[in-house]
C-alpha cells in the first residue's frame, strides 16, 4: 500500500525562542550539571520566559545530566513531557524536533532541550574504556583495529573515493571554509588559529585517509534552546526561528557507523531522513540559504551535500570547491560558527543554535536574507534534521 | 605479543559459532534455514523472511579488498604498538553482499603492519587465513 502523503501537522506550529550556551573550552571547573543549568537558564532568560513556566524536556540518551536534575536546579514547574532521543549525535535534531511536536499537540507548552559535555579530557572517550570482551556489533570491527569512529568513517571516506574520485582537496575545502568561518566568531574554540591548504595537507594522520584536520574538536560547554508555539514565539523578546519541518532517519539494514554490511553503505540516514523532511516542507532544497551540516568528520559534509539533495550523489566533493560553501559568497554557505570542527563540538547542538541565530540574524558569519536555515545531526548514525524558516 | 587486544566474547549466543569455526579454521556465514538467505553480521531475525532459525554454511574464504585505512595513534596501547596498521574490508566472491572486517597481513600469523599500506589497492584478492590470540581464533586475510 503506498504510503500516505506526508501532511506537517506541526509545521509553522511552532518556534526556537531561546538560545543558550557557556562559554566552551577544554577543563572547565564547572561540572556537566553546571554547565547544562547554565546554558538552560540562559536559553530562558533570551526567551524572557520564567524557569516555572517549563513543562517539557527533551534529551539525548547520552545526556549525562538526568531530567529531575536540570528541573530541580533551574527551577521547572510541573513538567508533562519529557522524552530522549538516542545515537549520539543523530540527536540533535531529535530532540528539538521532538520538543516542537510535544508543544504543538498540546503535551507541553514551553519545552527546553540541550547538550552538556565535558569531553575535552582523553581519557573521557568512549573508544578507549575498552570493554573485557566485545559482544555487540564491535566485536566485527574492533579485533581488525577498526578502534574509534574516526577508524569507523575513515573506511567509508576510502571506499567513496574510490567508487566517486573524491579527494582530500575536497576535504581540505571542509576544514579551511569552517576554519574560516570560525575566525569570525569570538566564541569559537579555533577561531584564532588559521588553517592554510598546506597546513591541512601536512597535517598528521590519524586513520589514513583522515588526518587530524578531518577531526571534529573535543569541547566542554553546554547550549540549550527553548520551544515554544509559533503565537507565543511571536510575543517573546527574540525574532523566532519558525520549525517549519522535522525528520528523522533510520535506514534499512543500518548499524551506525560501521554500517559496512548494507547493499549501498554510502547512501546513510541522510536520504531517509531527508526525505522525509522535503516531504513535509513547502520549500526544496535550492531554497536553502544557510546550512548548518553534521561533522564529526569531514568526509560527512560530502555525504549531507548529497542525502539533502544539494547535489547528485558522487557530487558532494566538487561541490565544495571554489569557496562555495564558504560565506559570504558561497553557493551554499556551511557551518557558519565554524561547526564541530572548528568552532566546539558539543555533539551536534552549537549547530542548532547556529541554525536559528541565521534566521534571527545574529550569526557573526550572517547570510544576508536568510529565511530558509537547514540543520542536520550525525550522518552515519540514525540522524535528524530541522528547516528553520523566517516567516510562516 | 598482542597483549590487550579487543576481542569477541566467544560466549556470545549470536556469534559463537562463527568464531567457534574459526577455531576449526572455517570461515562459516549465518544463513536462514528457512529461506536461505546469508546474512552478516550475525542476528536473531531474517529480515527476508522473519524466520529466527539459523544454520551455519561453509564459505570459500576468497574475496576481495572492498575498503582500507591505516590508523595511526592515539589508539588503545595494542595497537598503537604496531601502528600505523592496515583493517580492511573484504567482499566475499561467494557472495559480494557479505562482508567482513579484517586485516591484511603477509602470512597467518604475521603482524598486521607487515604489509606497505602504499600496495594495498581496493579490488585486490584475498583468503582467508587464521590467527590465535589469547583464547579467540580471529579471521586474517592474505593475498591470494
Known amino acids: 500500500m503506498p504510503r500516505q502523503p506526508a501532511t506537517g501537522l506541526i509545521k509553522n506550529q511552532t518556534a526556537v525562542a531561546g538560545l543558550g550556551q557557556t562559554t566552551f573550552g577544554k577543563g572547565l571547573p564547572d561540572t556537566e550539571l553546571s554547565l547544562a543549568c547554565q546554558a538552560v537558564s540562559i536559553a530562558l532568560d533570551d526567551a524572557g520566559i520564567e524557569?516555572?513556566?517549563?513543562?517539557?524536556?527533551?534529551?539525548?540518551?547520552?545526556?549525562?545530566?538526568?531530567?529531575?536534575?536540570?528541573?530541580?536546579?533551574?527551577?521547572?514547574?510541573?513538567v508533562t513531557w519529557f522524552a530522549q532521543v538516542g545515537f549520539g549525535g543523530g540527536a540533535g535534531c531529535g530532540v528539538v524536533g521532538q520538543a516542537a511536536m510535544a508543544v504543538a499537540t498540546g503535551q507541553c507548552s514551553v519545552a527546553v532541550a540541550w547538550r552538556a559535555r565535558k569531553r575535552a579530557s582523553a581519557a573521557s572517550r568512549p573508544w578507549a574504556q575498552a570493554a573485557a570482551r566485545l559482544s555487540d556489533s564491535q566485536q566485527w570491527s574492533r579485533p581488525f583495529g577498526v578502534i574509534r569512529p574516526v577508524d569507523e568513517i575513515a573506511m567509508l571516506t576510502r571506499r567513496y573515493m574510490h567508487e566517486y574520485g573524491g579527494t582530500r582537496d575536497h576535504l581540505a575545502n571542509i576544514a579551511i571554509a569552517f576554519r574560516k568561518h570560525a575566525a569570525r566568531n569570538p566564541g569559537s574554540t579555533m577561531g584564532?588559529?588559521?588553517?592554510?591548504?598546506?597546513?591541512?595537507?601536512?597535517?598528521?594522520?590519524?586513520?589514513?585517509?583522515?588526518c587530524l584536520f578531518d577531526n571534529c574538536l573535543e569541547t566542554d560547554g553546554a547550549l540549550a534552546v527553548v520551544v515554544v508555539s509559533a503565537e507565543r514565539a511571536r510575543d517573546l523578546k527574540q525574532p523566532p526561528a519558525y520549525i517549519h519541518a522535522f525528520a528523522q532517519g533510520l535506514p534499512p539494514q543500518h548499524q551506525t557507523m560501521t554500517n559496512y554490511f548494507t547493499d549501498d553503505p554510502l547512501r546513510g540516514p541522510a536520504w531517509a531522513a531527508a526525505k522525509r523532511m522535503w516531504e513535509l516542507a513547502d520549500v526544496t532544497a535550492s531554497d536553502v540559504k544557510v546550512a548548518q551540516l553534521y561533522d564529526a568528520f569531514s568526509p560527512l559534509i560530502i555525504l549531507s551535500l548529497e542525502g539533502y539533495g544539494f547535489c547528485d550523489r558522487g557530487e558532494g566533493g566538487?561541490?565544495?570547491?571554489?569557496?562555495?560553501?564558504?560565506?559570504?559568497?558561497?553557493?551554499?554557505?556551511?557551518?557558519?560558527?565554524?561547526?564541530?570542527?572548528?568552532?566546539?563540538?558539543?555533539?551536534?547542538?552549537?549547530?542548532?543554535?547556529?541554525?536559528?541565530?541565521?534566521?534571527?540574524?545574529?550569526?557573526?558569519?550572517?547570510?544576508?536574507?536568510?529565511?530558509?536555515?537547514?540543520?542536520?545531526?550525525?550522518?552515519?548514525?540514525?540522524?535528524?534534521?530541522?528547516?528553520?524558516?523566517?516567516?510562516? | 605479543m598482542e597483549t590487550g587486544w579487543l576481542l569477541p566474547d566467544l560466549e556470545d549466543p549470536e556469534s559463537n559459532e562463527f568464531w567457534a569455526g574459526c577455531a576449526r579454521g572455517e570461515l562459516l556465514v549465518q544463513a536462514c534455514a528457512a529461506c536461505g538467505a546469508w546474512r552478516m553480521p550475525p542476528r536473531p531475525m531474517c529480515a527476508v523472511c522473519r524466520s529466527t532459525a539459523v544454520r551455519w554454511e561453509p564459505t570459500t574464504g576468497r574475496g576481495r579488498v572492498w575498503s582500507f585505512i591505516v590508523p595511526h595513534p592515539p589508539l588503545l596501547p595494542a595497537f598503537a604498538e604496531v601502528a600505523p596498521y592496515n583493517s580492511i574490508i573484504v567482499e566475499l566472491d561467494d557472495d559480494p553482499g557479505i562482508r567482513f572486517v579484517g586485516n591484511l597481513v603477509a602470512s597467518a600469523h604475521g603482524a598486521i603492519n607487515e604489509i606497505d599500506p602504499a600496495t594495498i589497492t581496493i579490488g585486490e584478492p584475498v583468503r582467508v587465513v587464521f590467527h590465535h590470540i589469547e583464547d579467540v581464533t580471529l579471521p586474517r586475510w592474505v593475498r591470494a
Do not use: C
Not at chain 1, 545526556?63 to 529531575?68: A, C, D, I, K
Not at chain 1, 584564532?192 to 583522515?210: F, Q, V
Open chain 1, 192 to 210: 584564532h588559529k588559521p588553517m592554510t591548504r598546506a597546513d591541512y595537507m601536512n597535517a598528521r594522520w590519524i586513520s589514513e585517509p583522515l
Open chain 1, 51 to 78: 524557569p516555572s513556566e517549563v513543562d517539557g524536556i527533551a534529551s539525548y540518551t547520552m545526556e549525562p545530566n538526568r531530567e529531575v536534575d536540570v528541573a530541580r536546579n533551574v527551577g521547572f514547574g510541573d
Open chain 1, 318 to 392: 566538487p561541490f565544495t570547491d571554489d569557496g562555495n560553501i564558504e560565506w559570504p559568497n558561497g553557493r551554499l554557505p556551511v557551518n557558519t560558527s565554524g561547526g564541530g570542527m572548528s568552532e566546539a563540538y558539543v555533539h551536534g547542538f552549537n549547530l542548532v543554535l547556529e541554525g536559528a541565530r541565521q534566521i534571527r540574524g545574529t550569526s557573526t558569519a550572517q547570510v544576508e536574507g536568510a529565511d530558509v536555515s537547514l540543520v542536520t545531526s550525525g550522518e552515519g548514525v540514525p540522524t535528524s534534521a530541522i528547516l528553520f524558516t523566517k516567516d510562516v
